[in-house]
């Protein structure tokens, strides 16, 4: 099964937060939104809304820990995750998995040309038994 048939059949929410907002914001929206993660963007008048990281809920679960309360007054740049996994609309849910998997994250951004079309997590992929992702992959 590919990844534009999961995105097909769920809402086309991206929940986003900017670089620049405190980590309580962040949260919050975590909160209000019911999501796991957010995706970051940096928005730049001259080139538009540009996807710079993932933060997500145990990165402020683990801040919190080593840190304390003052993490809520950090900015969402001092713990999101730059290097962002993503994948492409065609590739197998099979992929994903394995994507998730290897790096230890929950959530992948779906790009196609380059614009972020959607975001895949672990949740959409426990929907769809493991059979049939095997068997709609070729």
């Known amino acids: 099964m590919k990844v534009e048939t999961v995105l097909r059949g769920k809402p ?4 986003m937060v900017r670089v620049n907002e405190t980590i309580a914001t962040a949260a919050k929206m ?3 939104e019911d999501v796991g993660a957010l995706i970051v963007k940096d928005v730049c ?11 997500s809920e145990r990165d402020i679960v683990r801040a919190l820990v080593r840190h304390g309360a003052p993490v809520l007054k950090m900015k969402v ?12 609309p065609e590739d197998t849910l099979e992929s994903v998995r394995d994507l998730m998997t290897r ?11 380059g614009t972020l079309i959607g ?9 769809y038994p493991t059979d049939a992702m095997d068997a709609n992959a070729a």
């Open 77 to 88: 740049a001092d713990l999101m995750s730059p290097h962002v996994i993503s994948c492409r």
């Open 45 to 55: 008048r001259s080139e538009g809304n540009v996807v710079i990281g993932m933060l």
């Open 119 to 127: 975001l895949v997590s672990i949740r959409d992929l426990i929907e």
């Open 30 to 32: 975590l909160s209000d």
């Open 103 to 113: 790096h230890r994250i929950r959530h992948v951004p779906v790009f196609e040309s």
């Open 12 to 15: 086309s929410r991206i929940v």
